[in-house]
């Protein structure tokens, strides 16, 4: 049987009409019709667009959000709408307090199932020292305060710590009796429900897979009824001990495809071997299903699995430098063509079909981000639930804002992860949301009153100068509190350097909603913003504002160069224009705008180098590791050089010359040359308003990224 489908339908692709082929499985087989209508010759972009082409048209408003806010069943309890909060550890846990609040701000927001990560030390069989014992974390508490809000409260039960091949049979049996007695010991705290953490690396999921099990008992891989045994008695133990009403949900990989040795996935678990694990599952007792992507080489992906479409042009990218063909790989059946956004709802409605207890899916299920798709996902029964973190760790009042149409007052998520084991400069531990300041700070040491900024000391008047993100969010903040702000823009239009990071890193990253977020934001809160006014010190002193904000931006640097006839000297901010960009470009400067640069000129056909003053270790700092992780090896792939701890050291006609680290010159051709090192502080202007309150934030006090630049202008202004 032969499946003709168009390349205009393959665009429209796997969201929209080829639910049928998904669901019948025959959607990896649009590839043959769709290489035939390839072009006999292309240029290398051409191919490399046409590998994974993205369709931004997904992101229809059109929606009364009817179905996203109907109500559902999860074992004896209606569910109010269809945005659950999945369980994210790492984003919690300093103190009480934290616990409490964190959680309960979900509620307040309007979410009304709340799951909270494994993150107590609950297993008496194989207790954990690193965890917080029982006893000093207030469940019940906390299930007392998610109740008084109407919502609902339950705790994924989880360990990476165990190997389905390395555990004897008093092993499991000792593993699944701690699972069963912590699910006892949560309802007696109040909670509502557990849920099985059987997906990723969890020990559940070692013993589903056939890569993972080599057991030869009852609970090896010989039979789906035998895979399914360490869950399967689980679900049943708690039903036993907990009673039915007590709910029990379960997380497992809906389909698995080996990401670092391409191809090799023929021990990864399909679509059709889940159904069957499905229906194990609900026959053994489990109330709602929780689906998620199972690669097997970057654990990432498991949950923030949009990273493969991380990165300028390189759709697809699965981290070790090579590209998914996302027609024919996890079976063809991902919806690919959406940068990442409910990549899972064909496969979830197919295992949907074949059991009858409520099925949801994670990542990047976001009705803010694509209304229409995500409110017609439920109408049409792709999925029951959606699993939501990282959109709700930006803007915990989601719910209640998409429910009363504020739907530009949402903070957007970026894409970022800064959030989930990110580093700093220095290699410490850097854990924070670019969009919401507050994620992972508030009621720690930096943040002791929580999200909301304390009200006004008084009265007073606040000048912010500079519109990128970290004066807007300096004068965001500020208003919010009760001053009197005005913001100062010297250009024409807001946000700063926002715009031309978002034409070079490309849409993924969402800047341009955060833009308008943040824009929306001056009018909701009251800022008063005043563009095309550029302002120094003389107009500063004549305002006399009682405190200055200023978010000016750094200083580019310059090589010194002059251009050659057949080489150009760009500065960074002369580089947008593609036209004045030759075939043989030479960047300069190792940090995340160089590098992003980088992406963006490969995939626009030219070659390039990149001369970076820092060690290989720092290229692309100021980025995510995990977006690195991503977009370096592409980088690499498609034939980028990098020179670290060097310079350069001439312009030639046609030619640089580089200082190599090894103290050795080299020449090589170059018809472009970027300046892309990195920014200096700008501290002019603060230094001519002696004697005033002055605050620099961003770059001018010292350039990173935009993480910071937004954190810089939200701390200020809590503390002014
Ligand atoms: C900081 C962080 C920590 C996480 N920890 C867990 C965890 O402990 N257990 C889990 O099942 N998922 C965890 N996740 C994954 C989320 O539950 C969710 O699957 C993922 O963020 C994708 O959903 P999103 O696109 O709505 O963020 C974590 C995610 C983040 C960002």
């Given at each position: 049987?032969?499946v003709?489908?168009?390349?205009?339908?393959?665009?429209?692709?796997?969201?929209?009409g080829?639910?049928?082929?998904a669901?019948?499985?025959?959607i990896?087989?649009?590839a043959p019709?769709?290489?035939e209508?390839?072009?006999a010759v292309?240029?290398?972009?051409?191919?490399?667009?046409?590998?994974?082409?993205?369709?931004?048209?997904?992101?229809?408003?059109?929606t009364?959000?009817?179905h996203?806010?109907?109500?559902?069943?999860?074992?004896?309890f209606?569910?109010?709408?269809?945005?659950?909060?999945?369980?994210a550890?790492?984003?919690?846990?300093?103190?009480?307090?934290?616990?409490?609040?964190?959680?309960?701000?979900?509620?307040?927001?309007?979410?009304?199932?709340?799951?909270?990560?494994?993150?107590?030390?609950?297993?008496?069989?194989?207790?954990?020292?690193?965890?917080?014992a029982?006893?000093?974390?207030?469940?019940?508490?906390l299930?007392?305060?998610?109740?008084?809000?109407?919502?609902?409260l339950?705790?994924?039960?989880?360990?990476?710590?165990?190997?389905?091949?390395?555990?004897?049979?008093?092993?499991?049996?000792?593993l699944?009796?701690d699972?069963?007695?912590?699910?006892?010991?949560?309802?007696?705290?109040?909670?509502?429900?557990v849920?099985?953490?059987?997906?990723?690396?969890?020990?559940g999921q070692?013993?589903?897979?056939?890569l993972?099990?080599?057991?030869?008992?009852?609970?090896?891989?010989?039979s789906?009824?035998?895979?399914a045994r360490?869950?399967?008695?689980?679900v049943?133990?708690?039903?036993?001990?907990?009673?039915?009403?007590?709910?029990?949900?379960?997380?497992?990989?809906?389909?698995?495809?080996d990401d670092?040795?391409?191809?090799?996935?023929?021990?990864?678990?399909?679509?059709?071997?889940?159904?069957?694990?499905?229906?194990?599952?609900?026959?053994?007792?489990?109330?709602?299903?929780?689906?998620?992507l199972?690669?097997?080489?970057?654990?990432i992906?498991?949950?923030a699995?949009?990273?493969?479409?991380?990165?300028?042009?390189?759709e697809?990218?699965?981290?070790?430098g090579?590209?998914?063909?996302?027609s024919?790989?996890?079976q063809?059946?991902?919806?690919?063509?959406?940068?990442?956004?409910?990549?899972?709802?064909?496969?979830?409605?197919?295992?949907?079909q074949?059991?009858?207890?409520?099925?949801g899916?994670?990542?990047?299920?976001?009705?803010?981000?694509?209304p229409k798709?995500?409110?017609?996902?439920?109408?049409?029964?792709?999925?029951?639930?959606?699993?939501?973190?990282?959109?709700?760790?930006?803007?915990?009042?989601?719910?209640?804002?998409?429910?009363?149409?504020?739907?530009?007052?949402i903070?957007?998520?970026t894409?970022?992860?800064?959030?989930?084991?990110d580093?700093?400069?220095e290699?410490?531990?850097y854990?924070?949301?670019?969009?919401?300041?507050?994620?992972?700070?508030?009621?720690?040491e930096?943040?002791?009153?929580?999200?909301?900024?304390?009200?006004?000391e008084?009265?007073?008047?606040?000048?912010?100068?500079?519109?990128?993100?970290?004066?807007?969010?300096?004068?965001?903040?500020?208003?919010e509190?009760?001053?009197?702000?005005?913001?100062?823009?010297?250009?024409?239009?807001?946000?700063?350097?926002?715009?031309f990071?978002?034409?070079?890193?490309?849409p993924?990253?969402?800047?341009?909603?955060?833009?308008?977020?943040?824009?929306?934001?001056?009018?909701v809160?009251?800022?008063?913003?005043?563009?095309?006014?550029?302002?120094?010190?003389?107009?500063?002193?004549?305002e006399?504002?009682?405190?200055?904000?200023?978010?000016?931006?750094?200083?580019?640097?310059?090589?010194?160069?002059?251009?050659?006839?057949?080489?150009?000297?760009?500065?960074?901010?002369e580089?947008?224009?593609?036209?004045?960009?030759?075939?043989?470009?030479t960047i300069?400067?190792?940090n995340c705008?160089?590098v992003?640069?980088a992406?963006y000129l490969?995939?626009?056909?030219?070659?390039?180098?990149?001369?970076?003053?820092?060690?290989?270790?720092?290229?692309?700092?100021?980025?995510?590791?995990?977006?690195?992780?991503?977009?370096?090896?592409?980088?690499?792939?498609?034939?980028?050089?990098?020179?670290?701890?060097?310079?350069?050291?001439?312009?030639?006609?046609?030619?640089?010359?580089?200082?190599?680290?090894?103290?050795?010159?080299?020449?090589?051709?170059?018809?472009?040359?970027?300046e892309?090192?990195?920014?200096l502080?700008?501290?002019?202007?603060?230094?001519a308003?002696?004697?005033?309150?002055?605050?620099?934030?961003?770059?001018?006090?010292?350039?990173?990224?935009?993480?910071?630049?937004v954190?810089?202008?939200?701390?200020?202004?809590?503390k002014?």
């Open positions: 049987m032969s003709i489908i168009t390349r205009r339908d393959f665009l429209k692709g796997t969201a929209a080829a639910m049928g082929l669901v019948t499985g025959l990896g087989k649009n019709a769709y290489a209508e390839a072009p292309m240029s290398p972009q051409e191919a490399i667009a046409r590998l994974n082409p993205q369709d931004y048209d997904y992101r229809s408003k059109d009364d959000f009817s996203v806010f109907s109500p559902w069943k999860l074992g004896p209606e569910i109010k709408h269809r945005m659950v909060k999945s369980a550890g790492s984003d919690t846990g300093r103190n009480p307090e934290e616990w409490l609040h964190y959680y309960e701000d979900f509620a307040k927001g309007g979410v009304d199932m709340i799951w909270i990560e494994d993150f107590a030390d609950l297993y008496n069989n194989f207790p954990s020292t690193r965890k917080p029982r006893d000093t974390v207030p469940f019940q508490e299930a007392d305060r998610i109740h008084a809000l109407d919502g609902h339950g705790y994924q039960l989880s360990t990476m710590s165990f190997n389905s091949k390395d555990m004897t049979l008093d092993d499991v049996h000792m699944q009796e699972f069963i007695n912590a699910a006892v010991y949560l309802q007696s705290q109040g909670l509502d429900a849920e099985i953490n059987a997906a990723g690396n969890n020990v070692t013993f589903f897979s056939r993972r099990n080599t057991r030869e008992d009852e609970y090896g891989p010989q789906f009824e035998n895979r360490f869950v399967t008695e689980i049943q133990g708690i039903k036993e001990k907990c009673g039915k009403d007590f709910v029990v949900q379960v997380l497992m990989n809906v389909i698995e495809e670092q040795n391409m191809g090799d996935s023929s021990l990864a678990t399909t679509v059709e071997e889940s159904c069957e694990f499905a229906k194990l599952l609900e026959a053994a007792g489990a109330d709602s299903l929780h689906l998620r199972g690669p097997i080489g970057r654990h992906c498991q949950f699995s949009e990273l493969y479409f991380t990165g300028y042009g390189i697809g990218t699965n981290g070790y090579a590209q998914f063909d996302f024919r790989h996890w063809g059946k991902l919806v690919a063509n959406h940068s990442g956004c409910g990549l899972l709802l064909n496969i979830v409605q197919e295992v949907k074949a059991v009858s207890i409520p099925c899916g994670v990542t990047y299920m976001d009705p803010a981000h694509a798709m995500f409110d017609d996902a439920i109408a049409d029964g792709k999925l029951d639930f959606m699993m939501m973190t990282r959109s709700l760790c930006c803007e915990p009042e989601y719910v209640n804002k998409l429910r009363e149409g504020r739907l530009d007052e903070a957007p998520c894409r970022c992860l800064h959030c989930h084991f580093y700093d400069e290699g410490k531990t854990e924070h949301c670019r969009v919401n300041v507050a994620t992972q700070r508030a009621w720690r930096v943040m002791p009153e929580g999200p909301i900024p304390l009200p006004a008084g009265e007073k008047k606040v000048m912010v100068v500079g519109g990128g993100p970290g004066g807007l969010e300096a004068a965001r903040i500020a208003a509190r009760g001053y009197d702000v005005t913001l100062y823009e010297k250009k024409g239009f807001l946000g700063g350097l926002l715009p990071a978002s034409a070079i890193k490309g993924h990253e969402n800047l341009d909603d955060f833009l308008a977020y943040l824009k929306r934001q001056q009018e809160k009251g800022v008063k913003v005043v563009t095309g006014q550029e302002v120094d010190a003389d107009f500063i002193k004549a006399a504002p009682d405190v200055v904000i200023l978010a000016v931006g750094g200083l580019r640097d310059t090589l010194g160069f002059e251009s050659t006839p057949g080489t150009t000297v760009l500065s960074f901010d580089a947008i224009s593609l036209d004045r960009i030759g075939q043989e470009v300069v400067g190792g705008q160089a992003d640069m992406q490969i995939a626009h056909g030219k070659h390039v180098t990149i001369v970076s003053p820092d060690p290989k270790d720092k290229l692309d700092k100021g980025q995510s590791s995990w977006v690195k992780t991503f977009t370096l090896p592409m980088l690499y792939s498609r034939g980028t050089r990098l020179w670290p701890n060097a310079s350069l050291a001439a312009v030639g006609d046609g030619t640089v010359t580089i200082k190599s680290e090894t103290g050795l010159d080299v020449t090589i051709a170059c018809d472009t040359v970027i892309a090192m990195d920014m502080p700008n501290k002019a202007l603060a230094e308003l002696d004697g005033m309150e002055v605050y620099c934030v961003g770059d001018c006090e010292k350039p990173w990224n935009i993480a910071e630049a954190t810089a202008g939200n701390l200020t202004a809590r002014i």
